[in-house]
Nanobody, 128 residues
Framework: QVPLVESGGGSVQAGGSLRLSCGVSGYTYSNCMGWFRQAPGKEREGIAFIYTLSGSTYYADSVKGRFTISQDNGKNTLYLQMNSLKPEDTAMYYC??????????????????????WGQGTQVTVSS
């Protein structure tokens, strides 16, 4: 399969916005897609997920109300719209996809679930 490729990262001032993209066109059987981030010296954390069969979305408390995960109508691209960015959002952001049941996908924020397919990451830096 074609590797997942993220784009859209960059540097922005606090309060600004960025939109991350992840090409997922070769992953038609993957129904659980999400975004993770890892800041220096910290563990990787899952922040936003979508169960594509229903469109149900799930967010970590740290990003709820500020970030939005979505997929384009052609289901070729996964997005993460990030608004009201804070310096603590600074991290490497990764997209990941796999095929899970709804129950498993909806539980991704509560327990470690291993995704098989990952992107290489895109850096987001938010300055105060």
């Amino acid at each position: 399969q074609v590797p997942l490729v993220e784009s859209g990262g960059g540097s922005v001032q606090a309060g600004g916005s960025l939109r991350l993209s992840c090409g997922v066109s070769g992953y038609t059987y993957s129904n659980c897609m999400g975004w993770f981030r890892q800041a220096p010296g910290k563990e990787r954390e899952g922040i936003a997920f979508i169960y594509t069969l229903s469109g149900s979305t799930y967010y970590a408390d740290s990003v709820k109300g500020r970030f939005t995960i979505s997929q384009d109508n052609g289901k070729n691209t996964l997005y993460l719209q990030m608004n009201s960015l804070k310096p603590e959002d600074t991290a490497m952001y990764y997209c990941a996809v796999d095929r899970f049941s709804w129950a498993t996908c909806s539980d991704t924020l509560n327990r470690e679930i291993k995704f098989r397919y990952w992107g290489q990451g895109t850096q987001v830096t938010v300055s105060s």
